[in-house]
Structures are given as structure tokens and as C-alpha cells.
């Protein structure tokens, strides 16, 4: 039975990177090679030597949306924070609330002047449905009041925020709709992107609080996935088929992207729920680029079913070895 804990790891608390490279490609890429059992040491601009031109890049283009706000409870003076979660429909979105225990059902939160929410029901693990008024729109108001959620262990002041928020979106973000950034995305440029030879093809899966959802089940397989929207078109989903069927590889970027992809057998939209973890086979990824996780997240039981558990152990002790940077804006690693 395989615990939450056989997913955990020691990391010092300086090798969490809190702010991106000073140019997304100059990065550090582990490379791992799952059949040889081997690690190279690389900078992600070398990606582009590492595939070829019957390779399939598949990138997930979501767009994060400044989905956290900061107010106040109506008629009071605590202070609110908001993190929109999944958009429910024009005015209305289940959101996390910090602290919960301030608002009841019909408390109101002020987010700005003529900007309010209203909580219409409240869930477990302090989130809430949450029903949006405003005078110029809630469009409007988001981009007026709304900040780019940053993880809670990048530690931004004001002067940094704006270029911070800017480097935690994708160069090819397109469509709006995310929480979180697929942040294995974040270390390609557009001048990488053109050099790489292989093929190129764009899904959308929305990502957000679910992905990065502690699991505080101890048997993993108790733990459920939240429901993430996704997209994705009949040409793409060709550009996969033809790949597999002529000996190319599909190379997915980010585990949001892997999850995509083993979940679809149509084009359209819909959601995926899909939690992969050791034992799962995949049926469509070749390879994987990612960045390195956080302890017993179910993004490290992605990496750990892919390449394997000990190799993945063996990968990441020797990651903290060589000073990587860890997480969102940390360094990356690339899965053959």
C-alpha cells in the first residue's frame, strides 16, 4: 500500500526558488534517462538538442487570471483574502477564503469601491461559493482589483510583484482560465520554441487550487483529484495520434499537460479528475518535462509513476546535492 508519506523528502528551505532566472531558458535541466537509470546535468536552453523533428511538443496554453483579492468583511474590519478557484457561472466562483471563519453564509466581503462578494454557501478546507456584484462589471473589476496568485512560498514584495506576476505566465498563454501557472512552461522562450525541431501543438487544461491540493489522506488512493477544466482541438489531437502511429515521441510540458493527455479520447471541452500515481501506465506521454515538487504533493506521485520511485528519490537527493532550485520558479527536468 503506498502511503503519503513514501512521497516525502528533505529540502532546505533556501533551495526554494523566490524569484524566476534572470532569463527563462538559463534555467538548470536535469535530464534522466528512465530506462538507463542515468542523470545529466544541463541548462534548458539544451532541450532543444534533445528532441527531434518526429517529436511532438504538446504545451498547455492556459492564461492565470488575477484571481486573488484582498478586503474587507462588510460592515467590519477584518481583513479578507480571496483566491478564486473554479468559476461556477458569469457572477459566481467556489473560491478559498482566509480566514473562513469570519464570514458566514450571506456575509458580504468588500474587494473594492462597488465590488463585492457575497457568500452564498461555504465547503470544507475554508473554501466557499461566492456570488460577485459590481458596478462595472466583474470582468472589469478583476483586472482592477484582482492579483496574479503567486505560491505562498515565493515571498514578493510590492516593487517585485508586477515583474514577478509577468514571469509566472507562459510566453504562449492564450486562453484565460487558470488559478496557477503550469509552471514547466514558464522556461521556454519564444526564440527556444522556433530552434526546437520537433512539432509543436497547444491544449488548454485550466489549472488551479486542485493540482496543488495538499493530500492529506494516508493511503494515496483515498485522495480525489478536483475536477479541472480542459480543451482541446481536433487538429491537436491528430498531431498526437500521427506522432505515436510514426515512431515520434509525445513530450508533454508539465504534468498538467500528462494528465491532459492520458484523460482525452475526443476533441471538445470537459473536465478531467484524473489523479495518476505508481502503478498507472501510460498510454500517450513518451517524455516529460517538469519542474521539481513539492514533498507528498500528487505532482511528485505523477513524476514518481512515470520514471519510477527510487529513480525519482535518487534524482531529487541529488538535485538538493547540487543546490537546484525548487518549485515554481525553480529549475526544471526533463523525463525520457
Known amino acids: 500500500m503506498l502511503k503519503t508519506s513514501d512521497f516525502d523528502y528533505y529540502l532546505p528551505e533556501e533551495l526554494i526558488a523566490q524569484h524566476p532566472a534572470d532569463r527563462r531558458d538559463s534555467s538548470r535541466l536535469m535530464v534522466i534517462d528512465r530506462r538507463k537509470g542515468t542523470i545529466e546535468h544541463k541548462i534548458f536552453n539544451n532541450i532543444k538538442g534533445l528532441m527531434n523533428k518526429d517529436d511532438l511538443l504538446v504545451l498547455n496554453n492556459t492564461k492565470v ?8 468583511k462588510y460592515g467590519g474590519s477584518a481583513e ?14 467556489e473560491a478559498l477564503i482566509r480566514p473562513a471563519k469570519r464570514l458566514d453564509i450571506g456575509g458580504i466581503v468588500e474587494l473594492g469601491k462597488g465590488f463585492y462578494a457575497e457568500v ?9 461559493i461566492l456570488f460577485f456584484a459590481s458596478v462595472g462589471g466583474f470582468e472589469k473589476e478583476l483586472k482592477a482589483h484582482g492579483n496574479v496568485p503567486l505560491p505562498p512560498y515565493i515571498s514578493a514584495d510590492s516593487s517585485q510583484l508586477k515583474a514577478f ?13 487558470a488559478t496557477a501557472a503550469p509552471t514547466a512552461g ?23 487550487y486542485g493540482t496543488f491540493a495538499p493530500v492529506r489522506t494516508e493511503r494515496i488512493a483515498d485522495h ?22 510514426n515512431g515520434g515521441r509525445v513530450i508533454a510540458v508539465g504534468t498538467t499537460s500528462a494528465r491532459l493527455l492520458e484523460s482525452i479520447h475526443r476533441p471538445g471541452a470537459g473536465t478531467t479528475d484524473l489523479f495518476i500515481y505508481p502503478g498507472y501506465e501510460f498510454k500517450v506521454v513518451d517524455a516529460l518535462v517538469t519542474n521539481f515538487h513539492l514533498p507528498k504533493s500528487t505532482l511528485m506521485m505523477l513524476v514518481s509513476a512515470f520514471a519510477g520511485i527510487e529513480l ?20 526544471a527536468m526533463l523525463i525520457l
Open 65 to 72: 487570471i488575477p484571481a486573488r483579492l484582498y478586503g474587507k
Open 80 to 93: 479578507i483574502e480571496v483566491l478564486l478557484d473554479k468559476r461556477i457561472d458569469e457572477r459566481t466562483w
Open 120 to 128: 452564498r454557501e461555504k465547503l470544507p478546507d475554508g473554501k466557499a
Open 165 to 177: 506576476s509577468k514571469r509566472y505566465q507562459t510566453v504562449y498563454a492564450e486562453k484565460e482560465g
Open 186 to 208: 514558464l522556461h521556454f522562450t519564444k526564440e527556444l520554441l522556433k530552434a526546437i525541431r520537433a512539432k509543436k501543438t497547444y491544449i488548454t487544461l485550466h489549472t488551479g
Open 224 to 245: 480525489k483529484m478536483h475536477p479541472e477544466e480542459y480543451e482541446i482541438s481536433e487538429g491537436s489531437l491528430g498531431s498526437i495520434r500521427s506522432t505515436k502511429e
Open 312 to 331: 525519482i528519490k535518487k534524482a531529487y537527493q541529488e538535485a538538493v546535492r547540487e543546490k537546484y532550485r525548487f518549485f515554481s520558479f525553480g529549475d
